[in-house]
């Protein structure tokens, strides 16, 4: 006998909530982990396997308010990354009430969300085609943005997952999977260097770009006792950003020491390596995180 569902579950493990600041949000639960989708930014702000610490980092001093962006999770940057004069950083997309389209939960238990860019959003600065992002929560959290030209002109643009996760000690992790690759050095004059080291450590504020870098990046985390994986197609920029002492605490939404729980390694498709669209194509950028213990 079916039983109907709550007035406000409208799938069989994501329930419509109030989050924090008075922001829709969906509340996820799903036989491996628990997740949170906020409307604002259409912004992944929580996934967490059961019985392991979250595996995305949010500051406690996050602000959840309109035109102010989600200190955590997985910021969507689209349809620019980085600062613009008079605009908002990282595009408006992050800023941007997005439209809950569907939820799903799928046969095997995971749940899907399909949240949709409203085509008005970023005015004089719209990208002009279709922005979906597809989120599938189980024991992996599956990311994907699809960015469709739906004019009849090129569209340029580009496109970031800016996945924060949460670490043990920033001291003492190391991220792995990015030797070899050339980065722009953004701490202090941008400069272009080779990564030599297999396995990545910080000490100070890091703030780099990777180039046409493709494969698998893994975050060892002895403190914490895991590997978190960041697996990615469509996407041939990888930003790590972690911004240490002076940085984190110039910034009111960022605890004066929170960087030292945190990294950011993040997906996407940025200058030099932005995106380019004919009228018809699509673009995709998916990523999978997970973490296993060790
Ligand atoms: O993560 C790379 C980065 O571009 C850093 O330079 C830093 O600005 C970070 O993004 C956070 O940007 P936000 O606008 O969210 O403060």
């Not at 799938?11 to 982990?33: D, E, F, H, N």
């Not at 979250?54 to 600062?83: D, H, M, N, Q, Y």
């Not at 297999?198 to 002895?222: L, Q």
């Not at 945190?262 to 380019?276: K, Q, R």
Request: hydrophobic share 40%; aromatic share 8%; charged share 15%.
């Amino acid at each position: 006998m079916s039983s109907a569902a709550p007035k406000n579950e409208i799938s069989g493990s994501a329930v419509l909530a109030t989050g924090t600041g008075g922001l829709p949000k969906l509340a996820i639960t799903t036989p491996w982990s628990t997740a949170e989708i906020y409307r604002h930014g259409g912004q992944v702000t929580r996934f967490q396997l059961n019985g392991q610490p979250p595996l995305l980092w949010l500051s406690e001093k996050s602000l959840f308010t309109s035109g102010k962006a989600i200190r955590g999770g997985v910021p969507v940057c689209f349809p620019w990354f980085g600062p613009r004069p008079g605009k908002p950083a990282h595009g408006y997309a992050r800023i941007t009430e997005w439209d809950l389209a569907t939820t799903a939960t799928l046969a095997d238990g995971r749940v899907n969300v399909q949240l949709r860019l409203p085509k008005c959003a970023g005015g004089a600065e719209a990208f002009g085609g279709d922005v979906e992002l597809n989120v599938t929560v189980g024991e992996t959290l599956t990311l994907e943005l699809r960015a469709s030209n739906s004019t009849s002109a090129p569209l340029q643009f580009e496109n970031c997952l800016h996945s924060y996760f949460t670490v043990g000690d920033i001291a003492q992790i190391s991220v792995t999977g990015l030797q070899g690759g050339n980065y722009w050095d953004k701490v202090g004059p941008a400069t272009e260097r080779s990564e030599t080291a297999a396995a990545i450590r910080f000490t100070s504020e890091v703030d780099r770009v990777y180039t046409n870098t493709t494969g698998p990046v893994e975050i060892h985390d002895p403190v914490l006792r895991r590997i978190i994986q960041v697996e990615k197609s469509g996407s041939a920029s990888t930003v790590v950003w972690n911004p240490w002492v002076e940085k984190s605490q110039a910034m009111a939404d960022f605890g004066a020491t929170e960087y030292r729980q945190m990294v950011c390694v993040e997906s996407g498709n940025v200058a030099p390596n932005d995106l380019t669209l004919a009228p018809g194509q699509t673009a995709v950028l998916q990523v999978v995180l997970g973490s296993r213990a060790v």
